[in-house]
C-alpha cells in the first residue's frame, strides 16, 4: 500500500472555493478508481486557507493512474492548482492499524 499525505496552504480567501473542488472531485476521480483505496481531505477550523489531503493507494501504478486520470488534470492539476500557495508530498509507510 502507497501513502500520500499533502499539507496543503491555500492562497488567501480560497477556503471554500477549495473545498468546493475536492467534493466535485472526489467521486469523478478517487470514487471510480479500483486503485485509490481512501482518499480524505481535512480543514483545520483554527488554520484558514489550509487543507490536508491523506489518501491510500493499492500500488505506485494506482497512484499514477489516479494523477494521470481526466478528473485529476481538469480538477487538481488544473482548477486547484490555483488557488494553492504550495504544497508538500510526502510519502509514508502503515506502521500500525486498527
Known amino acids: 500500500m502507497l501513502a ?6 491555500l492562497k488567501d480567501g480560497n477556503q471554500e472555493a477549495a ?3 475536492v467534493r466535485e472531485f472526489a467521486p469523478r476521480g478517487p470514487g471510480q478508481e479500483d486503485g ?5 481531505v ?5 488554520n484558514p486557507d489550509y487543507l490536508l489531503f491523506v489518501e491510500h493507494f493499492a500500488d505506485q501504478a494506482a497512484y499514477d ?11 487538481i492539476s488544473g ?3 490555483g488557488l494553492i500557495v504550495e504544497f ?9 492499524s486498527l
Open 65 to 75: 493512474a489516479h494523477t494521470g486520470s481526466a478528473a485529476y488534470k481538469e480538477l
Open 36 to 40: 485509490t483505496l481512501s482518499f480524505r
Open 19 to 21: 473545498e468546493e473542488l
Open 88 to 96: 508538500v508530498e510526502l510519502d509514508h509507510e502503515l506502521v500500525v
Open 79 to 81: 482548477r486547484f492548482a
Open 42 to 46: 481535512y480543514r483545520d477550523p483554527a
Open 4 to 9: 500520500k499525505v499533502f499539507p496543503i496552504k
